[in-house]
């Protein structure tokens, strides 16, 4: 049983239990938001080491799809282009009766580099992330179990299965749904099991498809899915609703006969799978932490929050949650006050809330039974695939894109982004905007009018590029087209500020609320 020693006394349990090491950040758990965290931290030179209580990588692969807002944010790590070297970019969904197509739900590519869903079982994106990792000089210490964790005001001691003691400055545990940090905490995890049963498996199927990459069944025992899987030809996860069941009788792991059987039965006819790769059975939950942090040890990815894999979004949800912490992190250890790290449950919990609460409607919606509600519920889906505007909000929300910190305040006239959104691209003379953003740095964008940085309406005071922040000139020369002050709706002079993880930090016409700005995040007094 973990468990969390309430007390002030680091000192008696270092005593008790030899003392390996410190370390400014110890993560718990080598999944992607491990691992992204890991990442960012390695990229601005804090010192972290990542344990894992596995004793070699999990090959299994319930999640899938990296949204566009995740691909940006790897791209900031080098990884975007391996990525999509690897992943297959899903175009849409069908709605299926037996062979026929009821409606298909086009994504529609929102503005960003990435503009698609990009199919990566979480194995193949695990292997780029410890390639990167490896190549930052930070290995995945397997076999690491943690046991006991005494906290301070101070620093975080840990103790694993082997008796080894390490000490960090701050411990984030990715750990998972089943986390054991989370426990030690005693940080409630406020929900539980939807009652609902799935059968996953990657199969190979051996037949002319009559849809395109990914296909929905929603017939009386609930839905049947199938998502064409890169690596491969015929390489398909197939997603069955089995709660009826399993209501009856205990599952066993599916063989080839069982999910054949439920393929020709609820799905298309004249389908053979000829090969099943891997298989699962899924109960799924609904769970969220009531609290991100408590003094130096922090939740993230899945130990923060679980719910059904609809959409596509739950370690889309755990990487944006890494880059946000990880961000901040840096930021206190190089000198900014320890409160900018309340920023990260503010802002990313209540993400996670309104994420579960749209996967629950989808979950309801296609768990139906009855036989009206099921029928009223296909008519809107196909009338919704209709209806011009809707597949491009869907695909808007999927891609996580609209996700912002803001205060819900928003320019009545126009979409320019407010702070807390996420910063948008456009195309420079030289490369994009999101080409200047890193996680290594601010980013200011200084809209200027002509070449110049003088003269009537100029921004009040000059800013100068520090080791902190980088300096991007908009103007004439740079954005001959227009598009930067555009998409960010500026017409003369003034200033953007972007956070390391691409959200808006301060926006504005005053160079000294630059600085004032910057220094918050820096702790620096100037920071510029």
């Not at 894992?52 to 990884?79: I, N």
């Not at 694993?160 to 000490?167: C, I, K, S």
């Not at 505007?389 to 996580?400: F, H, K, P, V």
Request: a neutral charge.
């Amino acid at each position: 049983m973990y468990h969390l020693v309430h007390v002030d006394r680091l000192y008696r349990f270092q005593r008790l239990y030899p003392l390996e090491g410190a370390v400014s950040v110890l993560v718990v758990g080598s999944g992607p938001t491990g691992m992204v965290t890991a990442l960012v931290l390695a990229a601005n030179g804090v010192p972290c080491r990542v344990l894992e209580r596995r004793t070699h990588p999990s090959d299994g692969s319930r999640a899938l799809g990296l949204q566009a807002r995740s691909m940006e944010l790897l791209a900031g790590l080098g990884l975007a282009d391996e990525i999509e070297r690897v992943a297959y970019r899903l175009s849409g969904a069908s709605i299926m009766r037996g062979d026929v197509e009821l409606s298909r739900l086009t994504w529609v590519p929102p503005q960003s580099p990435y503009p698609y869903t990009y199919v990566l079982p979480q194995p193949g994106l695990e292997s780029v992330l410890r390639k990167g990792l490896r190549a930052a000089d930070v290995e995945i210490e397997y076999g690491a179990e943690v046991q006991n964790i005494d906290r301070n005001d101070e620093s975080v001691g840990v103790r694993l299965g082997d008796g080894r003691v390490l000490e960090c400055e701050w411990l984030v545990g990715a750990d998972g749904a089943r986390s054991a940090v989370r426990e030690a905490l005693g940080i409630p995890f406020t929900g539980g099991a939807t009652g609902e049963t799935y059968y996953l498996g990657d199969i190979v199927l051996e037949s002319e498809m009559s849809f395109q990459d990914s296909a929905m069944w929603l017939g009386p025992a609930g839905p049947l899915m199938l998502m064409r899987l890169p690596d491969g030809d015929g390489l398909w996860r197939v997603f069955a609703d089995m709660s009826d069941r399993s209501r009856r009788e205990e599952l066993r792991e599916p063989g080839i006969t069982e999910l054949q059987r439920l393929v020709d039965e609820r799905g298309t006819g004249g389908t053979r799978i000829t090969q099943v790769e891997w298989t699962s059975i899924f109960r799924t939950r609904v769970c969220l932490a009531d609290k991100y942090r408590r003094g130096r040890v922090f939740l993230a990815g899945d130990a923060a929050h679980i719910f059904p894999p609809f959409g596509g979004q739950g370690m889309n949800l755990g990487i944006q949650d890494a880059v946000n912490l990880a961000w901040r992190l840096v930021q206190v250890e190089s000198g900014a006050a320890p409160d900018l790290l309340d920023g990260y449950e503010a802002e990313r919990r209540p993400v996670a809330a309104s994420t579960i609460r749209d996967v629950e409607s989808r979950r309801r919606m296609y768990a139906l039974r009855n036989p009206l509600a099921r029928s009223l519920r296909d008519l809107v889906l196909r009338l919704g695939a209709g209806i011009p505007g809707a597949a491009r909000q869907a695909s808007l929300r999927n891609s996580q894109l609209a996700v912002s910190y803001g205060d819900g305040a928003r320019w009545p006239f126009g979409r320019r982004p407010a702070i807390g959104d996420r910063a948008p691209d456009a195309v420079l003379a030289d490369g994009t905007v999101h080409d200047r953003l890193a996680v290594t740095h601010f980013t200011l964008l200084h809209f200027r009018c002509g070449n110049r940085i003088d003269g009537p309406g100029a921004p009040a005071g000059a800013v100068d590029a520090t080791d902190r922040m980088t300096v991007v000139p908009i103007d004439d020369e740079t954005d001959p087209k227009g598009e930067v002050r555009e998409r960010y709706s500026i017409r003369g002079e003034g200033f953007v500020l972007v956070r390391p993880d691409g959200h808006v930090a301060y926006r504005g016409n005053e160079a000294t609320e630059v600085h004032r700005a910057l220094a918050h995040f820096t702790g620096s007094d100037r920071a510029v």
